[in-house]
């Protein structure tokens, strides 16, 4: 068997491309080729041709296929190659006076991706513990950095939020002229830092670490698919797989510790590292279901509240199918 995975350009998964993690056993190896691509044409190639056999998925997507049942051509491992605290991805025009989240009510607020996962998680972390309706707002849809005058991928607007669509310049020049108040976002926008563009939080590693001590939650952006129709031939390749991306995060991590040549850019690699782990109380990055089964549930929650999807559907639920036994055990 060959196997074809799809994933970002992250630390987490490199070993898997670089061969130093293999899947399968020494006496039952699985062919497998890695391709790592920049995040959002991963996404736009993998939910338009399904290129690949295994691939990072965005997650609150993955969520609203489960709705089309049986169509849902993927079946998911507990394995989040992506989190991010989003708090510190809301940006406000400097001239717009908004201080708080409060003040985004009425505002108008650009977001590239309704329901990309950095969205869904502004919207109920910023309503469950800041009190902004996440329907107060006005939604501004559209390029981040170029005028876009379609979707990255089909869009489903509930109607309860107030949308409008900008097709003529990218966000992240409306939000510096103006013409825009806010915008939340999973990359910075080119006009920031400026003296027109700032952040909405000015610390915010200190909003999204009171946040995790409240809450106990790193959210997961993206988690990994396989495609339903080979996971269901051979059901052996599930924990196979999971056991791989397991081991390359371990691999990443061993990597950081590696003080010889540093393996990222950042001065204090080893001691950030460090201080991650003992501000987050152990590993900032669980794998497995029975550590971000809480997680899953409030993601869950957050899309149910949004409207974007309308079954009531567990975390359990998230993880059907070959090898669920397996899964709901790690």
């Known amino acids: 068997m060959t196997l074809t995975i799809g994933l970002s350009r992250m630390d987490r998964v490199r070993p898997l491309a670089d061969g130093r993690v293999r899947v399968g056993s020494p006496e039952t190896p699985v062919d497998v080729e890695v391709s790592l691509l920049p995040t959002q044409a991963l996404f736009n190639q993998q939910l338009v041709d399904h290129t690949f056999d295994c691939v990072e998925l965005p997650i609150a997507t993955f969520v609203r296929l489960m709705e089309e049942g049986d169509e849902n051509p993927y079946v998911a491992l507990p394995v989040f190659p992506s989190r991010h605290f989003r708090l510190s991805c809301v940006f406000v025009n400097a001239d717009a006076g908004i201080s708080s989240p409060a003040d985004l009510a009425g505002r108008r607020v650009g977001v590239p991706v309704f329901d990309m996962a950095a969205a869904v998680w502004l919207r109920g972390i910023l309503q469950d513990h800041y009190g902004l309706d996440r329907v107060a707002p006005v939604y501004v849809t559209g390029g981040l950095e170029q005028a876009r005058a379609g979707e ?27 013409e825009i108040d806010a915008l939340y976002t999973a990359r910075a926008p080119s006009t920031w830092p400026s003296d027109r563009v700032t952040r909405l939080f000015e610390r915010p590693q200190e909003e999204e670490l009171g946040y995790f001590r409240r809450t106990g939650i790193f959210p997961p952006m993206h988690l990994v698919g396989v495609k339903r129709h080979i996971a269901e031939a051979s059901p052996e390749l599930i924990p196979q797989l999971y056991r791989a991306f397991r081991d390359a995060q371990d691999l990443a991590r061993a990597d950081l510790w590696d003080s010889t040549a540093l393996s990222t850019m950042l001065p204090w ?50 993880f059907a199918g070959p090898a669920q036994d397996f899964l709901l055990a790690t």
């Open 269 to 318: 690699q080893l001691e950030s590292l460090r201080e991650s782990e003992d501000l987050m109380g152990g590993d900032p990055w669980p794998m497995g279901f029975a550590a971000n089964r809480h997680t899953v549930a409030t993601l869950l929650d957050y899309l149910r509240r949004d409207r974007l999807i309308e079954q009531d559907f567990s975390p359990e639920e998230v």
């Open 152 to 178: 990255e991928h089909p869009q489903f607007y509930p109607p309860q939020f107030t949308v409008e669509r900008r097709g003529d310049a990218s966000l992240a020049q409306l939000l510096a002229d103006g």
